[in-house]
């Protein structure tokens, strides 16, 4: 067995037959079943999810052995299921939590386990800490309980469920479901091979629309890219959308937790884009505001606009959707986002759902009756036009201290020309200027990397900031 198996922003993640093994994944599933035993939680039972990648569903139902083995029921489903459908069913079985078999975007080689709490939002640190010293005990003594499936079903502790009905009904109950009904959009689907395929185009149908699929059935090689809905891997995603006139594009990511958008115009909206748009649709058109929103320290401050303009609170956490979980659980935080592609709103969960992410943009676009584009160039006129990018800058693991150290003592005066006035150390090392620009940077949690986020009123000046740091800190 693997020594130090560590749950990163979103689980722990590594290469299939490497690390990703039957005998670490059984590990990992006993430490789990022993620290909801030990709050006393086995007989609410758990939730098992799996994704389309290779041997998911052999690597679930090994958890549900595990589980049934400590006679804790579990609720295991027929097919793959999304995340955010994963969670939502904890919720309506009333379990302790969830184990969800995923990699969510990461390249085909990879495979992971998320643990979902009894909340139905990603377990946060003290949780997942316990799971890892439950961990390190089990690699030391090798005792994992495992039952049987047919026995375990004899017993009653494996049960088969579909929760997607329910989650749909739900679903229907966040958004404006005759908005969209009476619009007629055309929209393109691409699930990018992922587990959101069929619910994906279910969802949209029903809601009205019509529904061009593309990419749709299971793959585990992800047609030889990554199942990350991001602008370079929704080419195809752009191609049909002009060629078929369609009014969106829309995507999701390998288990279903992120979403991509297309605009008719074959734009393509980063999510920070599509949060300022979503953030103030919602503020116009839901009666129960809620007191704030959420996002993470490396998310738009056009965010902060709009809730100023409408007297919300803004609540910046670190990375990682478990942090915005909680300010939409304890809060009131009308929406959460962060830039990678994660959101939620109030009503929902509180776990990353690109399914209703992008059934509010189509939302968006049925109530406005305009293009993306359109829209935002008219925020852009009553908010002011910022532009984010982020730099992805390679270090060697030996010399990442180094880096760390020189970040620490990095207190500049000013950045590209410009006043700063604020410095934030909540996750990585983040300065905000006068004019409202800023810049992040912080080391990746899995790959030997820093990531530089910054957000400018020009590209001139996003570009002038990404130089000045690349300098200042030689990296």
Request: aromatic share 8%; glycine share 10%; proline share 5%.
């Amino acid at each position: 067995m693997m020594k130090n198996i560590k749950f990163g922003t979103d689980g722990w993640r590594s290469i299939i037959a490497e690390d990703f093994t039957f005998d670490n994944v059984r590990a990992v599933a006993q430490a789990v079943a022993l620290h909801i035993k030990a709050k006393g939680e086995q007989d609410r039972g758990v939730v098992i999810g799996y994704d389309n990648r290779f041997l998911s569903d052999h690597f679930a139902r090994a958890v549900a052995e595990v589980m049934a083995g400590n006679s804790i029921p579990v609720f295991i489903s027929l097919k793959p299921l999304p995340t955010p459908i994963t969670a939502f069913a904890i919720k309506k079985l009333g379990t302790a939590g969830a184990v969800m078999i995923t990699a969510s975007h990461n390249p085909p080689e990879y495979n992971g386990i998320k643990y979902i709490a009894d909340f139905a939002g990603p377990a946060l640190p003290e949780e997942t800490d316990a799971i890892e010293e439950n961990l390190n005990k089990i690699i030391e003594t090798g005792e994992i309980k495992r039952m049987r499936g047919n026995k375990a079903k004899d017993l009653g502790l494996w049960k088969e469920f579909d929760p997607f009905p329910a989650y749909k009904e739900h679903l229907k109950n966040l958004i404006d479901a005759s908005a969209i009904n009476n619009a007629g959009l055309k929209i393109v689907a691409d699930p990018l091979y992922g587990a959101g395929a069929g619910y994906f185009e279910e969802v949209l149908k029903e809601l009205g629309c019509e529904v061009i699929s593309i990419h749709s059935f299971r793959d585990p090689l992800f047609g030889g890219s990554m199942p990350d809905p991001v602008e370079k891997n929704l080419s195809e995603l752009r191609e049909q959308v002009e060629s078929t006139g369609a009014d969106l594009g829309l995507a999701l990511d390998g288990d279903g937790d992120r979403f991509g958008v297309i605009d008719k115009t074959g734009k393509f909206f980063s999510p920070n884009e599509i949060l300022f748009l979503l953030l103030n649709h919602l503020v116009k058109t839901r009666e129960d505001l809620g007191r704030t929103v959420a996002r993470t320290v490396a998310t738009t401050h056009m965010l902060d606009k709009v809730a100023q303009r409408y007297g919300l609170g803004v609540r910046e956490t670190p990375v990682g959707f478990k942090f915005i979980g909680q300010c939409i659980l304890r809060d009131d935080s009308i929406l959460g986002g962060e830039e990678s592609g994660g959101m939620c709103i109030k009503g929902h969960v509180p776990e990353k759902d690109g399914i209703l992410g992008a059934v509010l943009v189509t939302e968006v676009a049925a109530t406005y009756g305009r293009s993306l584009l359109e829209l935002q160039q008219e925020l852009f006129q009553e908010y002011g036009k910022m532009v984010s990018g982020r730099l992805d800058l390679p270090v060697p693991a030996d010399e990442k201290g180094i880096v760390l150290d020189k970040l620490k003592n990095f207190n500049p005066s000013s950045i590209a020309g410009q006043k700063v006035v604020k410095k934030l150390e909540i996750d990585g090392a983040k300065f905000v200027n006068e004019d409202g620009s800023w810049v992040l940077i912080r080391p990746s949690g899995t790959e030997p990397l820093f990531r530089v986020y910054v957000e400018a009123n020009s590209e001139e000046q996003l570009k002038g900031i990404q130089k000045h740091i690349r300098e200042e800190l030689n990296i």
